[in-house]
T-cell receptor, first 114, second 115 residues
């Protein structure tokens, strides 16, 4: 089944403790992206990657890092999480070539930073 | 910068009714528009993707239309069912520039279908 897989689904952590949320897709998509969803603010893009070793900032990149060492994986790294990073996070992917491909989203990771 | 607005923010209808959800966007230079469904605390499920050159797309009881020049899209749900209860999100992908590398989302319409 074509899908985007995120892990973990739920995570509670303490301020300052480094964490990584993994994202993997099995569709050979070039483009991958991370979004966060907050009440009243909707979904906002954190980072995106056009291909292996190519990443760029979205609208809200502060406090996050990403890497794209393999085409299928795009982990989101919080080096020193803070309570304002408590949110619902989504990973998404799509074909890069051909402008009219839609996005596939993962099931989300609910992160709580205390 | 592109802005996407969805009206109404919430909608409650009795089972069996036909309904329309609205989405408007400020910049008509889009590649495509995608409608998603989100169940509480869950991921986004793609419902329909409309190319910028298309006027509508259909999938089962769902029909989405696009009027790019006026910056509007509608999602029509026929014969609504309790299982349709969810939040429906509209998202546009820009035609060029930084916006072409992301989706700009509306804040969604929360639909409740009452049995």
């Amino acid at each position: 089944e074509a899908q985007v897989t995120q892990n973990p689904r739920y995570l509670i952590t303490v301020t300052g403790k480094k964490l990584t949320v993994t994202c993997s897709q099995n569709m050979n998509h070039e483009y991958m992206s991370w979004y966060r969803q907050d009440p009243g603010l909707g979904l906002r893009q954190i980072y995106y990657s056009m291909n292996v070793e190519v990443t760029d900032k979205g609208d809200v990149p502060e406090g996050y890092k990403v890497s794209r060492k393999e085409k299928r994986n795009f982990p989101l790294i919080l080096e020193s999480p803070s309570p304002n990073q408590t949110s619902l996070y989504f990973c998404a992917s799509r074909q890069a070539r051909g402008v009219n491909y839609g996005y596939t989203f993962g099931s989300g990771t609910r992160l709580t930073v205390v | 910068k592109q802005e996407v607005t969805q009206i109404p923010a919430a909608l409650s209808v009795p089972e069996g009714e036909n309904l329309v959800l609205n989405c408007s966007f400020t910049d008509s230079a889009i590649y495509n528009l995608q409608w998603f469904r989100q169940d509480p605390g869950k991921g986004l499920t793609s419902l329909l993707l409309i190319q910028s050159s298309q006027r509508e797309q259909t999938s089962g009881r769902l029909n989405a239309s696009l009027d790019k020049s006026s910056g509007r899209s509608t999602l029509y749900i026929a014969a609504s069912q309790p299982g349709d209860s969810a939040t429906y999100l509209c998202a546009v992908r820009q035609g060029s520039g930084a916006g072409s590398y992301q989706l700009t989302f509306g804040k969604g319409t929360k639909l409740s279908v009452i049995p």
